[in-house]
């Protein structure tokens, strides 16, 4: 059989590894961007990179400072609204005409994450050659369940024919996944960097809204290592990959025709830690006529969701395919570390 597997992956599923949920990235960011000088001159609050950050861009031409000052008081209200909005990501689509909005809410967010990224479970200091992850500590998480799935009963030469079948649709903007798995390849099948980054490649990975930076093994210009602390003008780069849901949802771009040609060629879809949002589902809605779809099999993780919202889900899940009833979608109520001890004979390869 030509088995081929979507994963879609939400805040949910880097939360195991310890990166923030929607809502604590909101108060992460609203905590970074309430940047103060009581005194007119001193910073007393907020973060002092993304203040560096604003004053590189109002720089002139010839090299005088600007005025942050209009970004400061874009940066209060994305402050004030925080515990308004359902994420930054809808807060900064609600003010899509506002630059200012958007550049501090971007600046925020990459911040957020990097320094997510530095206080995980995956994160390690290179300070010896043998450094890397401590795979023992991530026992409770599903990253060892997930590469576990990927590779059992293959070897290193069948490894990127399977990997060819995977696709991987990230909403989050971390680089968890794909830093996970440069590590886990190298201590698993002993291959070196350069090796493992290859065999990553061939795993067809979309992060739909951006991330923030390319790994260094990924592509060694313009990156950012995971968990790095970005200088000011680093900062302001990064903050341009990352898209709102206006930017990142056009129909037309290449990667979204590409995510809808996975999701219309899956035999099995698989959803982590995925919240459903009404724009990411038709983001990823599949657009071929449904004479051409498989035969789909979904499963979710539904961690304290109520059965009325499963059924609801459900719905949703099954009119990506048209609501064809062929289309059968099951639940776990687990978090994702046990979602594949509930479908692991159903998933294995």
């Given at each position: 059989m030509d088995r081929k597997t979507v994963f879609v992956i939400g805040a949910g599923a880097s939360k195991e590894a310890g990166l923030p949920t929607g809502d604590e990235l909101k108060s992460k960011i609203a905590k970074?961007?309430?940047?103060?000088?009581?005194?007119?001159?001193?910073?007393?609050?907020?973060?002092?990179?993304?203040?560096?950050?604003?004053r590189h861009l109002v720089k002139s031409p010839d090299g005088r400072s600007g005025d942050i000052n209009p970004y400061l008081h874009e940066a209060w209200h994305v402050v004030k609204a925080m515990p308004q909005a359902i994420s930054i990501d809808n807060f900064i689509d609600t003010h899509r005409h506002n630059t200012k909005i958007a550049i501090c809410g971007k600046l925020a967010i990459v911040k957020s994450i990097l320094d997510a990224e530095k206080h995980s479970q995956l994160y390690f200091e290179k300070k010896r050659i043998d450094s890397g992850i401590n795979f023992d500590s991530l026992k409770k998480t599903w990253y060892g369940s997930f590469?576990?799935?990927?590779?059992?009963?293959?070897?290193?030469?069948?490894?990127?024919?399977?990997?060819?079948?995977?696709?991987?649709?990230?909403?989050?903007?971390?680089?968890?996944?794909?830093?996970?798995?440069?590590?886990?390849?190298?201590?698993?099948?002993?291959?070196?960097?350069?090796?493992?980054?290859?065999?990553?490649?061939?795993?067809?990975?979309?992060?739909?809204?951006?991330?923030?930076?390319?790994?260094?093994?990924?592509?060694?210009?313009?990156?950012?290592?995971f968990g790095e602390d970005p200088d000011a003008q680093k900062l302001l780069t990064l903050a341009n990959q990352i898209k709102t849901f206006a930017?990142?949802?056009?129909?037309?771009?290449?990667?979204?025709?590409?995510?809808?040609?996975?999701?219309?060629?899956?035999?099995?879809?698989?959803?982590?830690?995925?919240?459903?949002h009404k724009l990411n589902?038709?983001?990823?809605?599949?657009?071929?006529?449904?004479?051409?779809?498989?035969?789909v099999r979904c499963f979710a993780t539904a961690y304290e969701v109520s059965d009325s919202n499963k059924e609801q889900i459900s719905?949703?899940?099954?009119?990506?395919?048209?609501?064809?009833?062929?289309?059968?979608?099951k639940f776990s109520s687990k978090t994702c570390s046990g979602f594949f001890a509930d479908f692991w004979r159903s998933l294995a390869y």
């Amino acid at each position: 059989m030509d088995r081929k597997t979507v994963f879609v992956i939400g805040a949910g599923a880097s939360k195991e590894a310890g990166l923030p949920t929607g809502d604590e990235l909101k108060s992460k960011i609203a905590k970074l961007l309430d940047i103060r000088f009581p005194d007119r001159y001193n910073q007393k609050s907020g973060d002092y990179i993304i203040c560096d950050a604003l004053r590189h861009l109002v720089k002139s031409p010839d090299g005088r400072s600007g005025d942050i000052n209009p970004y400061l008081h874009e940066a209060w209200h994305v402050v004030k609204a925080m515990p308004q909005a359902i994420s930054i990501d809808n807060f900064i689509d609600t003010h899509r005409h506002n630059t200012k909005i958007a550049i501090c809410g971007k600046l925020a967010i990459v911040k957020s994450i990097l320094d997510a990224e530095k206080h995980s479970q995956l994160y390690f200091e290179k300070k010896r050659i043998d450094s890397g992850i401590n795979f023992d500590s991530l026992k409770k998480t599903w990253y060892g369940s997930f590469f576990q799935l990927l590779t059992e009963n293959c070897s290193k030469d069948e490894l990127k024919e399977r990997f060819r079948k995977i696709t991987l649709i990230i909403f989050n903007y971390d680089r968890c996944i794909e830093h996970f798995l440069l590590h886990a390849l190298q201590n698993y099948y002993k291959f070196n960097e350069a090796e493992a980054a290859e065999t990553v490649k061939y795993i067809n990975i979309y992060h739909p809204y951006g991330q923030v930076g390319y790994l260094p093994s990924h592509q060694p210009q313009s990156s950012v290592g995971f968990g790095e602390d970005p200088d000011a003008q680093k900062l302001l780069t990064l903050a341009n990959q990352i898209k709102t849901f206006a930017e990142g949802t056009d129909p037309d771009s290449s990667e979204i025709l590409e995510i809808k040609e996975h999701m219309a060629g899956a035999s099995h879809l698989v959803f982590l830690g995925f919240a459903f949002h009404k724009l990411n589902m038709q983001l990823i809605a599949p657009s071929k006529a449904e004479k051409e779809f498989n035969v789909v099999r979904c499963f979710a993780t539904a961690y304290e969701v109520s059965d009325s919202n499963k059924e609801q889900i459900s719905e949703q899940i099954t009119m990506l395919y048209n609501g064809r009833p062929d289309v059968s979608v099951k639940f776990s109520s687990k978090t994702c570390s046990g979602f594949f001890a509930d479908f692991w004979r159903s998933l294995a390869y």
